[in-house]
């Protein structure tokens, strides 16, 4: 068994012992694997070990190996900012994008989505603790921003991304995960599409399932420690 082979079948088996340890529905969770810096032969292991979901953060490295590994049936998730003159790129080449926090982007997107694919799959991101420093809508102005990218053409609004504040304490990460529940429960009520939250990362995962992740995005867990260009690890 191959060292990402083994990272997989435990991250699944986590996952799994998540959803039976909080009662949620088995399956329920999804598993992203944040493959950023990340070679297409390692996502080709990945693959080959069973992992279809693989989320991207840089546009020029992800287009590679979208090329790449053309010939296996991957789901491609942007999760990274998104600068305007990326969008046409973004548009045509992946299944997902869980970042968008401005209408312009979501605007952008809709016009260049070709017409021959399926409708782009939507998550906005909120600023769910409201740092200066992050990206998302505010909590406040979520319900009347969704209510502008479900007007869009050829977008599916399938739910909302949260990247929570760094701490060591428990109980201020839990509250985090509890509000964004609450966004996501008001969402699901006005819109049939919406299936989806996106929230929980290697240090958060157990945490995130247990107040109503559907879909985890890790990185390390899957991949081990991520190297840069200068082969060092962060």
Wanted: charged residues 25%; hydrophobic residues 40%.
């Amino acid at each position: 068994m191959t060292d990402i082979k083994k990272r997989l079948f435990v991250t699944d088996s986590n996952i799994k012992k998540a959803e039976i340890a909080f009662k949620r529905q088995t399956g329920s969770v999804q598993l992203l694997a944040v493959s950023k810096t990340w070679s297409s032969e390692v996502l080709r292991d990945a693959a080959m070990a069973g992992q279809r979901l693989f989320g991207e953060n840089y546009l020029q490295e992800a287009l590679v190996k979208i090329d790449d590994l053309a010939d296996l049936n991957l789901e491609w998730h942007f999760i990274g900012p998104i600068q305007s003159n990326k969008t046409k790129d973004i548009a045509s080449h992946f299944d997902w994008v869980q970042s968008i926090d401005r209408l312009k982007i979501a605007q952008r997107l809709s016009n260049q989505r070709p017409s021959e694919l399926a409708d782009l799959n939507i998550c906005i991101q909120v600023n769910i603790d409201n740092e200066t420093t992050k990206s998302g809508v505010a909590m406040e102005d979520l319900l009347a921003f969704a209510e502008q990218i479900n007007k869009l053409e050829r977008l599916s609004l399938r739910g909302l991304m949260i990247i929570p504040a760094k701490t060591d304490d428990p109980e201020q990460q839990r509250t985090s995960f509890k509000k964004a529940y609450q966004l996501y429960t008001q969402l699901t009520d006005l819109y049939p599409t919406v299936d989806t939250l996106s929230m929980g990362m290697t240090a958060d995962m157990t945490m995130a399932i247990a107040e109503g992740s559907t879909m985890v995005r890790i990185g390390t867990a899957v991949f081990g420690q991520r190297h840069t260009a200068t082969g060092q690890v962060n």
